[in-house]
């Protein structure tokens, strides 16, 4: 029978284990190094888009910081919604308070700043009435009656003071609310 040393082949067995255990350590440090950046990276563009959400829930204006690839696109789109909103709610805000034919404030505009201010302030207020106006719009049609409810609107406002509130409170009614006496004549 032969006998062999032992000992190189276990030195050369024991190197060999330890520079795969070694190759191993070093592997998988890098991959949860990587993969720690890798989530980082994503985590946090995430956590600023869920805060932008969440202002443009709230109403906010804020402006998202840029972020490139598909973060980029989702808050350009989160941008251009949060735009739309705020355009809806100012047509919203503008229909509900004004006369849209003539631009004027409507009546629950004028009542509520009439509410608000007449304790606090004074001033004269005019009711101003076109008469005949159904003849109007019988003999020259609905559309030339728009026009002069319009040219009429208009008339007001270039002879009211900007301090003043002209209001058509509907149909062919205006309500002029005057803060100081005027010097010219209407
Ligand atoms: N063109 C136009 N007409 C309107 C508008 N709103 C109401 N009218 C018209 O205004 C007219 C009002 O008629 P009436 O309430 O009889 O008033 P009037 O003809 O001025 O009569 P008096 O007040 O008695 O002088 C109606 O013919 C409505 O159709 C509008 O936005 N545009």
């Known amino acids: 029978m032969l006998h062999l040393p032992f000992h190189p082949w276990l030195e050369n067995y024991q190197s060999a284990r330890n520079q795969l255990i070694s190759i191993f350590a070093i592997t998988l440090s890098l991959a949860i190094l990587s993969a720690w950046f890798a989530a980082r990276s994503m985590v ?3 956590q600023v888009l869920v805060e932008f959400s969440k202002k443009i829930g709230r109403g906010e204006k804020y402006i998202a910081p840029k972020m490139n690839g598909e973060f980029g696109v989702l808050s350009g789109t989160m941008t251009a919604m949060q735009a ?3 355009k809806r709610e100012e047509e919203l805000t503008y229909r509900a308070s004004h006369d849209l034919l003539t631009g004027l404030y409507n ?5 509520r700043y009439l509410s608000e201010c007449l304790p606090r302030i004074t001033g004269s207020l005019i009711l ?5 106006f159904k003849d109007i719009n019988n003999m020259m049609g609905f559309e030339n009656g728009d026009r002069l409810l319009q040219l ?7 002879v009211s003071n900007p301090e003043d509130r002209l209001a058509r409170l509907g149909g062919m ?6 803060r100081k006496p005027y010097q010219k004549r209407i």
């Open 44 to 46: 946090k563009p995430i």
């Open 84 to 86: 739309n909103i705020i």
């Open 107 to 111: 009546r629950s505009a004028v009542e």
């Open 128 to 132: 101003i009435n076109i008469r005949h």
């Open 152 to 158: 009429f609107a208009q008339r007001l406002i270039d």
């Open 173 to 178: 009614s205006f309500l002029l609310f005057i």
